[in-house]
Antibody, heavy 120, light 113 residues
Framework: QVQLQESGPGLVKPSQTLSLTCTVSGGSITSGNYYWSWIRQPAGKGLEWIGR???????NYNPSLKSRVTISVDMSKIQFSLRLTSVTAADTAVYFC????????????WGQGTMVTVTS | QSALTQPASVSGSPGQSITISCTGT?????????VSWYQQYPGKAPKLMIY???IRPSGVSNRFSGSKSGNTASLIISGLQAEDEADYYC?????????????FGGGTKVTVL
């Protein structure tokens, strides 16, 4: 059974870069049937889609974050990563990685989430 | 402000049916048959309950059903149970920018009275 696990620093200073990794276990990240996304949720608020990467390496980002986001994949390590530059307090949130079936943009497998706080 | 509009809260008594609406526009809910619904308990990751408007993933109770009319999608929970008390989010593709990207609703807190 495929499982996802987020990892990375829990604290990031303002103006710096947030970097997170999602490790895929129990299955292959190379299947062309899926894409891999990052989604975040500020405390007490709703979900916000950050972006996605296909196994081809093609990416799509939320237009509101596009200028600051990079998602990459390392298939040899069965990981995909998120970089968010120039962070502010507004980027403080729980960050989830998730898998979706290409034909149906529905996220069927999620990581447990990791809390990232932007603070000096 | 979320792209899709959901009521902040919906409540019902055990055994009753409730409906959660998800209102978008002709650029998202109205354009694509790709509405999904998620259930989230506090401190937990969301769980996929419905995709492609009305399809239940394996293992999801048939008390959960989905539909869509125009720019509004709905999640119906029948035979409400205490375990259904959670937050629910809808999502859809949106093509206000190209390529299409994923948008979520603001979430609805379901309370079982």
């Amino acid at each position: 059974q495929v499982q996802l696990q987020e990892s990375g620093p829990g604290l990031v200073k303002p103006s710096q870069t947030l970097s997170l990794t999602c490790t895929v276990s129990g299955g292959s990240i190379t299947s062309g049937n899926y894409y891999w996304s990052w989604i975040r949720q500020p405390a007490g608020k709703g979900l916000e889609w950050i972006g996605r990467i296909y196994t081809s390496g093609s990416t799509n980002y939320n237009p509101s974050l596009k200028s600051r986001v990079t998602i990459s994949v390392d298939m040899s390590k069965i990981q995909f990563s998120l970089r968010l530059t120039s962070v502010t307090a507004a980027d403080t949130a729980v960050y989830f990685c998730a898998r979706a079936v290409i034909a149906a943009p529905a996220f069927d497998i999620w990581g447990q989430g990791t809390m990232v706080t932007v603070t000096s | 402000q979320s792209a899709l509009t959901q009521p902040a809260s919906v409540s019902g008594s055990p055994g009753q049916s409730i409906t959660i609406s998800c209102t978008g526009t002709s650029s998202d809910v109205g354009r694509y048959n790709y509405v999904s619904w998620y259930q989230q308990y506090p401190g937990k990751a969301p769980k996929l309950m419905i995709y492609d408007v009305s399809i239940r993933p394996s293992g999801v109770s048939n008390r959960f059903s989905g539909s869509k009319s125009g720019n509004t999608a709905s999640l119906i929970i029948s035979g409400l149970q205490a375990e259904d008390e959670a937050d629910y989010y809808c999502s859809s593709y949106s093509n206000t920018n190209t390529p299409p990207y994923v948008v979520f609703g603001g979430g609805t807190k379901v309370t079982v009275l």
